[in-house]
């Protein structure tokens, strides 16, 4: 399915809803108007409804992250999204931001995602994984495995996703014990003054 360009698609609706209110104060264009307003409706809608997660995917998957994050600046609304669209939004987001190292950001829009909803169990997984990526640096490895067991309990049907699954649970089996500790206590201590 072609995906419209956001500024192409508000050019449409702005023709058609105004065309259609045009042609229904011509003689007997009232009937004729709806020609145009009923596409438009549905254009308008479909923006309310999906936003621009579309193009915007398309833009991640191309690894353009400025225009990807261009084009979610022109969602207008994310709250009227439909409920899963919402979390892909902030998905999306969460994706931008990890790639540009901004963890902080990143850790806080895949919570939303996970509270809003996901569309797919492999979605629900990923973020799982990187939830759990972001507890073992931090040395919270409990919480890196349940996040882990989560991740597993999801429906996930990508290999990539399953194989990504049992890879990180490999690497955090393979931490010691006691070098948690050692690396927890370590951060505990204060710096000394110069």
């Avoid at 409804?49 to 261009?70: I, P, R």
């Avoid at 969460?94 to 996970?114: C, F, K, P, V, W």
């Avoid at 919270?140 to 495995?145: E, I, L, S, T």
Wanted: proline share 5%; charged share 20%; glycine share 6%.
């Amino acid at each position: 399915m072609p995906i419209i360009p956001i500024k192409l698609r508000f050019l449409l609706i702005a023709v058609l809803l105004i065309g259609g209110i045009i042609v229904s104060f011509m003689p007997y264009g009232l009937a004729w108007s709806w020609l145009l307003l009923i596409p438009g409706i549905v254009l308008l809608a479909g923006y309310f409804m999906f936003g621009t997660l579309a193009s915007a995917s398309k833009a991640v998957q191309m690894n353009d992250l400025d225009k990807a994050e261009e084009q979610l600046k022109w969602t207008w609304k994310p709250n009227w999204m439909l409920k899963m669209n919402r979390g892909v939004y902030h998905f999306l987001l969460g994706s931008i931001s990890m790639n540009r190292r901004d963890m902080t950001s990143a850790e806080t829009h895949m919570q939303n995602a996970l509270t809003v909803g996901m569309p797919t169990g492999d979605y629900t997984a990923q973020i799982y994984l990187f939830l759990a990526q972001m507890a073992a640096t931090k040395n919270k490895m409990q919480v890196a495995k349940n996040y882990i067991k989560e991740a597993k309990a999801c429906d996930v049907s990508e290999p990539q996703v399953k194989d990504a699954i049992k890879q990180l649970e490999k690497q955090i089996k393979m931490v010691p014990k006691g070098h948690q500790r050692m690396q927890a206590h370590r951060m505990r201590r204060p710096s000394r003054p110069r």
